[in-house]
C-alpha cells in the first residue's frame, strides 16, 4: 500500500483531521477561473487524495460560484464514499452568484448594492442561513464539519454573527466554527462574546502561510498556538512557487500576471526557493515535500491544491521532517513583508 498520511487534532477540538489537507479551490468550472479543473479532471485528483488517506476538503461557497460544492459532492457520490467518512470543511462570507459563474465576487463589491445581492454576502444572520442553506444543498449533506468565517465583516455586530453560528451548531447543520483570513483580535473578538454567551468557539484560523509568505505569524499565529486554535495553512507552495525550480511558469502565474493575486518571487524569495530545491535534491524529496514539511512544523495541516494525481501524490509529505538546521537554512533569506491583504 502507498504512504498513508498522518492525522493531528485540530487545536483544543476533537476533531481530527488529515496532514495535509487536499484545497479544492482548483475544482468546479474553468468558467470561474481559466486554471479550475472540471469535474471531470477534478475527481482523479480528489480520489487520489483519498487513496493516500486524505480525509479532509477544504472548500467554500464562492469556490466556483458553487460549483465546486457540487464537486465534492460528486466526488463522495462517485466513488460511494460514505459521508461520515470525510471531513469538509466550508466557508461562508464573500459574495457567491451561482446564477452568474464567471464573477469572482471578492472583487465585485457593486454588486452588494444590488436588489439580488444585497442579503447574499458578509456575516449577516440573513447571509449566513441563506448561504449556509445553499451549500448544504450543494454538497448534498445535512451538515458540515467546519465552517469557516472566510472573513472579517466590520458593518455586522459580532453577536449577530457568532449567534448565528451558534443557532446553526445546535441545529446539527454545522459541527465546528472556524475564521479565515483574519487579525489575531478580530478572533479574540468572536471567541470573546461566544464565551460571554455560552456559544461554541472559532477551533481552528486558516491564514496564507509558507516560506515566502509569514506576515501571520507574528499575531494571529502566536495567538492561535496560546489559545489552542488549530491553524490551516493555505497556499503553503505560493502558488506553485515552492514546488518547481525558479523562474518556471504557468498558465495560472501567467493569467495572474498584473493582477492583485500575483505571487511574484521577490530576490529573497528567489534564495529561499533555491534552497528548497536543494534540500529537496540532498533527500531526494519532491521541493513540495519540503515546503509542506516545514509548513507542518508549523501550522497543525497545510491545505495544499494539486492539478494532477501526479503532483497530489508528490505533496504526500508523511515521515518526511526537517531538522531544526534545515528549518533555520531555509528561513534565513525571508524578509518579513505586511499582509498581502487589509
Ligand atoms: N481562506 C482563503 O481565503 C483561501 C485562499 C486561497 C486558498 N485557500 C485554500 O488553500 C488551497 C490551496 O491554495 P492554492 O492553490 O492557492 O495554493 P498552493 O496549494 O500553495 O498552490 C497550488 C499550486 O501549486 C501547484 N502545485 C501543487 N502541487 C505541485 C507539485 N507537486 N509540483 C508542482 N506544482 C504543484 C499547483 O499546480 P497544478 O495545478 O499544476 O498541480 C497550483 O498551481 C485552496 O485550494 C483553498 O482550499 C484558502
Redesign the pocket.
Known amino acids: 500500500m502507498a504512504v498513508q498520511v498522518e492525522y493531528r487534532q485540530l487545536g483544543k477540538s476533537g476533531l481530527r483531521i488529515s496532514v495535509p489537507?487536499?484545497?479544492?479551490?482548483?475544482?468546479g468550472t474553468p468558467q470561474w477561473m481559466p486554471?479550475v479543473?472540471s469535474e471531470d479532471k477534478a475527481l482523479p485528483?480528489m480520489k487520489a487524495a483519498w487513496d493516500a488517506g486524505i480525509n479532509t476538503f477544504?472548500?467554500?461557497n464562492m469556490?466556483s460560484n458553487g460549483v465546486g460544492e457540487r464537486v465534492v459532492a460528486a466526488f463522495l457520490n462517485k466513488y460511494s464514499i460514505p459521508r461520515k467518512d470525510v471531513v469538509i470543511?466550508d466557508?461562508v462570507c464573500y459574495l457567491t452568484t451561482p446564477d452568474d459563474i464567471s464573477v469572482i465576487g471578492t472583487v465585485r463589491p457593486d454588486l452588494l448594492k444590488t436588489k439580488k445581492y444585497v442579503n447574499k454576502a458578509g456575516l449577516s444572520r440573513l447571509a449566513i442561513f441563506t448561504e449556509v442553506a445553499a451549500s448544504l444543498e450543494r454538497l448534498g449533506t445535512d451538515y458540515i464539519d467546519l465552517m469557516?468565517i472566510?472573513?472579517w465583516d466590520a458593518t455586522v455586530p459580532v453577536e449577530e454573527t457568532m449567534r448565528a453560528f451558534n443557532d446553526l451548531v445546535v441545529a446539527g447543520k454545522i459541527l465546528y466554527i472556524g475564521a479565515?483570513?483574519m487579525k489575531a483580535w478580530q478572533v479574540g473578538e468572536l471567541n470573546a462574546v461566544a464565551e460571554r454567551h455560552g456559544w461554541p468557539q472559532i477551533v481552528s484560523i486558516?491564514?496564507?502561510h509558507?516560506l515566502l509568505y509569514r506576515p501571520h505569524e507574528v499575531e494571529t499565529m502566536a495567538y492561535a498556538l496560546y489559545k489552542g486554535i488549530g491553524v490551516?495553512a493555505?497556499?503553503?507552495?505560493?502558488?506553485?512557487?515552492?514546488?518547481?525550480p525558479l523562474g518556471t511558469r504557468?498558465?495560472?502565474?501567467t493569467i495572474l500576471e498584473g493582477t492583485p493575486f500575483a505571487k511574484n518571487p521577490s530576490s529573497s524569495d528567489e534564495e529561499i526557493i533555491k534552497r528548497v530545491q536543494q534540500a529537496a535534491s540532498k533527500h531526494g524529496w519532491?521541493?513540495?515535500?519540503v515546503?509542506l514539511a516545514w509548513s507542518a512544523s508549523k501550522a497543525t495541516s497545510?491545505?495544499?491544491?494539486?492539478?494532477?494525481p501526479?503532483?497530489?501524490?508528490?505533496?504526500i509529505f508523511t515521515s518526511k521532517t526537517l531538522t531544526g538546521e534545515e528549518i533555520k537554512y531555509l528561513e534565513e533569506p525571508y524578509e518579513m513583508r505586511g499582509y498581502r491583504w487589509g
Do not use: F
Not at 234 to 244: E, I, Q, S, T, V
Open positions: 489537507i487536499l484545497g479544492c479551490m482548483g475544482y486554471w479543473l485528483v477544504d472548500t467554500a469556490y470543511l466557508k469557516q472566510h472573513d479565515s483570513n486558516q491564514v496564507e509558507s490551516l493555505y497556499a503553503p507552495l505560493n502558488d506553485g512557487n515552492l514546488a518547481r504557468t498558465q495560472r502565474t519532491t521541493m513540495s515535500q515546503a497545510p491545505i495544499v491544491g494539486a492539478g494532477s501526479q503532483h497530489l501524490e508528490q505533496n
